[in-house]
């Protein structure tokens, strides 16, 4: 009853249990009404809370059945016969509207319910009528009975209804639907145009009517619009509808309708009423929910068979007739705004319908999120009941405020949307215009008073954002040329007069138009809360003295005579940058061990000077031969800094002496044979051969060895890393214009690449392709093994350019590496000392959220974190001292100093007590604390603690990590909603087996403390077999006793033991740690028994708590 109410009236209602005994004695029931009278009085008075009010038209007329919408709550009351309501809402600020059938809604009234309330918030909301409804309509053309879903007494409302003829709402058949579009475009020859797209497989036309001023041609600033509908043939409302809009959109032209007038002045509306004929033939009314006339009469679904993102399917191999007719179409106008219109459900659905695993319910957003969830809310709040989100008769899901990402509700591949966003200029989404696919002709007129609104409301969306032309200096139109938005990856391109429609919501943009040849122009727009602003840009060709002068220094080797160095050429340019640089640049070639088979240029302020406080930064090139633009890259790069930072730009400068850039060119040597074998762009090169990338992976995991290599150059990169320990490198590579990183550190990283993404100019010239390579796999196991971040930055799509493009590439990705680069002049810095002034150098350092820990220097305990800006919480730890906690605020462009001065723990741990690390208070997160120990119980420093939610199945993106300290302690903080909930957690460090345990999260509290994680040793990295192993424990064993035995003799003297902080039991039940009976362990299974028992996987060695609660058993086992 309570869900009924609050579903289908606007009463809330909740369900009181009273008592345990259902029909108890009578002689009771005075002490239940004692214990309930107070409660029942209060309940009655919470009738006075929230909200009341009327709903008023501008006469002030009461409007009944209005809905009363409070911004952010899916949930709506009506209002009364006399227009009254009531809405409870706890005490808090609201933003308050009616929507009202026929009225436009007033502006968000902002209510405040205060705390202590006894009477509701008195509010009277106006609305006004809408503007169509005051256009007196006349029926010119064809005068018929005006039908109206409203009874009689309703009639005042009658003036908003439009005027369609009773007959047109039927359904339209073939023939029907063909006669209706020519009597139509007979009719209003001067703004509509019926033509034929192509023919369905059946031999049916396509039809396509244009209604608007002027149709049949692209007329230059007019932007395209598009419906298209039944690409389900059984899905049949929108192709009624289209009839309908059609219809009314000249009527209303025609009879002086303002509003309309000016759309069909401004906009040029392409109508499809079915995609899909030949389906539709088949189909009967009546379908609620088939797929009987879903697909085209090759049995193949349409919404299936668009090229897809990720790849091709069974479904989408061959390009159906229907398909490569709205293909071709789409691509032949410039459309800016389209919508596909489906039936079966009530929901506008935004991109994209796909994700890269094809798994349902993974949201997956385009890089316009904002414009398309702007998009789906204009339909959905508009339509009258989309908004609404009820769920259809038939499906359980419910949609709040009645839209969806597509790949959330369920996942698809080929379809329209996303095939339009990716391969046109236009943003399409998909709009499920009802439950019933094949509604009796009756409900008709019902489906056209829902959706009018919301259909002419989202065709004036095409307006909005920035618009405007591109022109040559010389006033020429420049076709094909890029818009793009900073910040968000996607571009436009212009159309054949120059001109172009970039859909935005309002705020703050840099757009910035380029065309090969011209130099890119970059605007800062301002797009108004009214929706539009009109740009236009004037673009300069070329000029490459004048651009290198600008942004590069007149470094002219730059972009001029480009081309491919050799090797050999290449150390060379780079020792000739120490000649004219001595003062920050040193090229090291064999000098050591580690740069004997990779040269390198060193580059820093002073250069020789200590470096221990600077941020180590390896720029590399040819990890794979084939990415072959990038050495050039790598070089324009080295000079670009040593130029700058001799003419004493403060950037440059301060970013030498913040860091030390290492220069890496040449990593693998098949380069060499490419460059011989070039002759000219090369763009999907792919060599036969294996790469440098690849056979490092190999080297590295041990797989798939070839015994015809000794890998040294491999071993010599993996040395370099074990001793440089660069803080970040950056790879430049080609073949992508994406950003990859390594997995571990996503959080971070993530925000280091949208920083290079929106500095770049994205390059029109060269089409990019996905290719699937393992390359993140490298990244993932570089920085798992050797502590090293690798940023791949793919600068170009084409992998090896023709030699004069190289200036090309260069242009477009200077001034996003520089950013990349300068992130080195973000973060924090300082030194980790004792109270008495000590470097204590064993400390790590480890920000919340980011697993990867950042550790203090070797010699004077220097700690380096470049870190976007933003406010961080980092815990600094050490053995034999307190840990701290600390809030950073990091300031873009500026490297804090802070030094962290630790404080040793009074107790030198005698026996070993553990203290929670109670440093924490947020309310807004909950705390995970433990321990992570070998199986010796040893504790494990820097293991990496994972959380997923439950249910997860690629354990990638956890929702929180940390990282043991020194003592094996760990904490990882989780948003507060965790509380109470169940929750997957791995425990993880390299030479060690991970471990995967469910932890139940506090309830009652935000602390769950000691969990304990246990690691297996890994025998791989001990580099023996476990056959091999097994015999060497076994001789390790027999000197273990040996030395057991003797330790027994003189335990007195110390217990190696003393760190690890087991709590000794004062209980009966103790059972011996060791002989010696010194230390035990107590373990219980983290779950309370009787709350919940442990699943399967879950055996008890692994999760156990360290209490000394005497009533908690010990477990056998655990000892073993
Ligand atoms: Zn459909």
Not at 447 to 465: C, M, P, Q, S, T
Not at 729 to 758: I, N, W
Not at 838 to 851: E, H, I, L
Not at 929 to 945: C, E, I, R, W, Y
């Amino acid at each position: 009853m309570q869900d009924f109410n609050y579903l289908h009236s606007n009463c809330f209602e909740v369900t009181f249990e009273l008592s345990c005994c259902k029909y108890p004695a009578a002689a009771e029931l005075p002490r239940f009404w004692r214990l309930n009278k107070d409660a029942m009085l209060s309940f009655i008075e919470q009738t006075h809370t929230g909200v009341k009010g009327f709903v008023v038209d501008e006469d002030g007329e009461p409007i009944k059945n209005a809905f009363i919408k409070v911004e952010g709550v899916p949930h709506f009351v009506k209002t009364t016969e006399l227009g009254e309501f009531w809405r409870l809402l706890l005490p808090g600020q609201y933003n308050i509207t009616a929507l009202a059938q026929g009225f436009e809604s007033p502006t968000p009234t902002t209510v405040t319910v205060p705390s202590n309330q006894t009477e509701a918030v008195p509010l009277k909301l106006v609305v006004r009528r809408r503007a169509v409804g005051r256009v007196k309509l006349q029926n010119i053309e064809v005068p018929e009975v005006v039908i109206s879903e409203e009874k009689p007494e309703q009639n005042q409302h009658r003036r908003d209804v439009p005027n369609l003829p009773a007959a047109d709402f039927t359904h339209h058949d073939y023939l029907k639907m063909e006669s209706f579009l020519k009597d139509l475009a007979a009719l209003y020859p001067k703004i509509t145009k019926l033509s034929s797209i192509g023919k369905s497989v059946e031999g049916r036309e396509l039809y396509v009517l244009e209604v608007t001023r002027d149709p049949g041609r692209h007329i230059p600033g007019k932007p395209e619009f598009k419906y298209v509908a039944n690409m389900h043939g059984n899905e049949v409302i929108g192709r009624e509808l289209l009839l309908l809009l059609a219809k009314y959109l000249c009527q209303e032209y025609t009879s002086g309708n303002e509003r309309i007038q000016k759309m069909l002045n401004n906009t040029r509306i392409h109508l499809m009423p079915s995609m899909n004929p030949d389906g539709y033939e088949k189909s009967t009314v009546g379908d609620y929910k088939s797929t009987h006339g879903r697909e085209n009469a090759h049995n193949v679904d349409l919404n299936r068979n668009f090229p897809d993102q990720f790849g091709e399917t069974p479904d989408n191999q061959v390009a159906e007739p229907e398909t490569r007719a709205v293909m071709n179409w789409s691509l032949s106008i410039p459309f800016v705004l389209s919508a596909n219109l489906h039936g079966g459900s009530l929901v506008a659905n935004y991109p994209y319908d796909g994700n890269p695993a094809m798994h349902s319910g993974d949201e997956y957003l385009a890089p316009d999120h904002d414009v398309f969830l702007h998009l789906a809310h204009t339909y959905s709040d508009t339509h009258m009941k989309m908004h609404l989100g009820q769920p259809c008769r038939s499906y359980p899901e419910r949609f709040p405020e009645g839209i969806t990402n597509g790949a959330k509700w369920y996942v698809l591949a080929g379809g329209m949307q996303d095939w339009n966003y990716l391969h046109t200029n236009d943003m399409e989404i998909t709009l499920e215009l009802g439950c019933f696919k094949f509604p009796p002709a009756s409900d008709l007129p019902t489906y056209w008073a829902d959706n009018r609104e919301a259909l002419l409301a989202y065709i004036e969306e095409v307006h909005k954002g920035v618009h405007g032309f591109v022109h040559s200096h010389i006033g020429g139109n420049l076709a094909n040329a890029t818009v793009s938005v900073s910040g968000i990856r996607h571009t436009v391109r212009t159309a054949r007069d120059g001109d172009y429609w970039r859909l935005l919501v309002p705020g703050r943009y840099n757009v910035t138009a380029s065309k090969h040849g011209y130099e890119s122009v970059t605007e800062e727009v301002v797009v108004p809360e009214s929706g539009s602003v009109s740009v236009n840009f004037t673009l300069m060709p070329d000029d490459p003295q004048h651009w290198s002068s600008a942004y590069d220094f007149r470094v002219l080797d730059n972009i001029m005579h480009t081309r491919y160095h050799s090797t050999l050429e290449l150390y060379a340019e780079l020792a000739e940058l120490e000649n004219k640089f001595p003062a920050i640049a040193e090229f090291r070639s064999g000098d050591s061990l580690l740069t004997a088979s990779l040269h390198q240029l060193k580059m820093t302020d002073k250069v020789g000077s200590p470096e221990e406080t600077k941020l180590h930064m390896a720029i590399i090139s040819n990890l794979y031969a084939s990415h072959a633009v990038g050495q050039e890259m790598l070089l324009n790069f080295a000079r670009h800094i040593a130029t700058a930072y001799s003419l004493g730009e403060p950037r440059h400068k301060s970013l030498l002496e913040n860091a030390v850039l290492h220069f890496i060119p040449n990593l693998d040597p098949l380069y060499e044979k490419i460059l011989h074998g070039f002759s000219g762009e090369q763009c999907q090169l792919s060599p036969l051969e294996e790469e440098f990338g690849d056979s490092l992976y190999h080297y590295i995991t041990k797989t798939n060895l070839s015994p015809l290599t000794n890998y040294t150059r491999e071993k010599a990169f993996v040395d370099l890393l074990k001793a440089e320990k660069y803080d970040i490198m950056l790879d430049l590579s080609s073949g992508t214009e994406d950003v990859a990183y390594p997995d571990l550190s996503r959080r971070l990283f993530e925000q280091f690449a949208q920083k290079y993404q929106d500095n770049r100019t994205p390059m029109d010239k060269y089409e990019c392709r996905s290719t699937p390579s393992n390359h993140g796999n490298l990244l993932d196991v570089l920085c798992e093994r050797y502590n090293t971040p690798v940023v791949s930055l793919g600068l170009s799509c084409c992998k090896m350019p023709s030699e004069s493009d190289i200036a090309y590439v260069w242009k477009s990705n200077l001034r996003g590496i520089m950013k990349f680069v300068e992130l080195a002049n973000t973060g924090i810095q300082g030194y980790i000392k004792s109270e008495d002034g000590g470097p204590v150098r064993d400390a790590t350092v480890v920000v919340n959220g980011f697993s990867r820990p950042y550790r203090a220097s070797r010699n004077a305990a220097h700690y380096r974190a470049s870190l976007p800006p933003g406010e961080y919480q980092a815990v600094v730890s050490a053995k034999g001292y307190v840990d701290q906690a600390l809030t950073w605020r990091i300031i873009e462009g500026e490297v804090k100093q802070r030094d962290i001065i630790l404080h040793r723990t009074n107790t030198e741990i005698p026996g070993g007590t553990y203290d929670d690390k109670d440093l924490y208070n947020d309310p807004n997160t909950v705390y995970i604390s433990g321990l992570a120990l070998d199986h010796n119980s040893v504790p494990l420093n820097t293991a990496k603690l994972l959380v997923y939610p439950l249910g997860t199945k690629k354990l990638v993106d956890p929702v929180a990590t940390n990282a043991s300290d020194a003592n094996g302690r760990f904490v990882v903080s989780l948003p507060v909603t965790y509380m109470g909930r169940e929750v997957l957690m791995t425990a993880e460090k390299d030479g060690y087996i991970s471990r995967q345990r469910h932890v139940m999260i506090n309830k009652n509290e935000n602390m769950t403390p000691k969990v304990l994680f246990k690691l297996e040793s890994d025998d791989k990295v001990l580099g023996m077999s476990r056959l091999v192993f097994v015999m060497v424990a076994g001789v390790v064993g027999v000197a273990l006793v040996t030395l057991a035995a003797w330790c027994f003799s003189c335990r007195r003297t110390g217990d190696p033991r003393r760190d690890y902080m087991f709590t000794q039991l004062a209980s009966d039940e103790k059972r011996p740690f060791t002989d010696d009976g010194k230390y035990e362990i107590v373990s219980k299974p983290y779950y309370d028994v009787e709350e919940l028992p442990p699943s399967e996987t879950d055996s008890e060695e692994e999760i156990v708590l360290l209490r000394n609660d005497r009533d908690w058993k010990p477990v056998e086992n655990l000892i073993d």
